[in-house]
């Protein structure tokens, strides 16, 4: 897929803006972090960095621009932080990703890392061809390895983009936790007695029921008693 149709493709699975605003947005967000000199960026190279980073913002509003640091303790640079659109398996997804431009920039290649925010629910892919999950996700895309700056052959973050939307759609670095399966219950067995307590234990139920067999005969014998005497009530009172 060459870079006019793969932007248009991947630009297809994003809204449609509001261009005349995103164009004032874009344009003022970084000229006001870029062009006043907010960074080091050498000045000879802000207007490179101004139109490359324009053009990708502009193509894909899914990504906004910010201030920020690679590692701790590095200078600050631009980073531009969103979603980039992918299409896996007839479905669309998004992938997020936070790019920092360098401030050697374009001579060196921007650094771009694949961020899960949610770790509970979303994790990176391990292993992945281009992401290193071990590295907090660090991404490495063919077309980060020929990253050169000629005449010939100029390289832009719209194209870097492009080329990660390409590679993730063939392999998605991004998955979704499968929650842990519940441990299984524990079967419980009864425990098996000594021979001479079932035998105590039979001989008792075999007594338990005698006694309840007694007492269900005392019983009709009392019941028969007074139905007899109720019939020898009644026949003398009728004969007298």
């Keep these: 897929m060459d ?7 991947y630009h297809s699975l994003l ?28 000045i000879q190279d802000r207007h490179r960095i101004l139109t490359d980073v324009i053009q990708l913002l502009f193509h894909m509003p899914s990504l906004v621009p910010k201030r920020g640091r690679f590692q701790k303790g590095e200078p600050l640079v631009l980073v531009i932080k969103g979603t980039i659109p992918i299409f896996y398996k007839a479905q669309h997804y998004k992938t997020p990703i936070k790019i920092w431009v360098p401030l050697g920039y374009p001579r060196d290649s921007p650094k771009v890392r694949v961020v899960v925010e949610d770790q509970a629910i979303l994790s990176i892919k391990f292993p992945h061809p281009y992401v290193d999950a071990g590295a907090g996700g660090l991404v490495n895309v063919p077309y ?7 005449h010939l052959e100029i390289r832009t973050l719209t194209d870097l983009v492009i080329n990660m939307c390409e590679c993730f759609s063939v392999d998605p670095p991004v998955r979704q936790r499968v929650p842990p ?3 299984a219950p524990v079967p419980t067995f009864p425990i098996p007695q000594p021979p001479q307590e079932q035998e105590m ?3 008792e139920r075999q007594e338990e029921g005698k006694r309840c067999r007694g007492k269900r005969g005392r019983g009709w014998a009392w019941s028969s008693l007074i139905v007899f005497c109720s019939i020898v009530y009644i026949l003398f009172w009728f004969m007298s």
């Design 144 to 150: 980060m390895q020929a990253w050169t700056e000629s």
């Design 181 to 183: 399966k519940p441990p």
């Design 201 to 203: 234990q039979e001989r």
């Design 3 to 9: 870079q006019s149709s793969g932007l248009r493709f």
């Design 15 to 42: 809204p449609m803006p509001n261009l005349t605003l995103q164009q004032n947005l874009i344009l003022y967000a970084i000229t006001l972090i870029i062009g006043e000199g907010r960074l080091d960026y050498p």
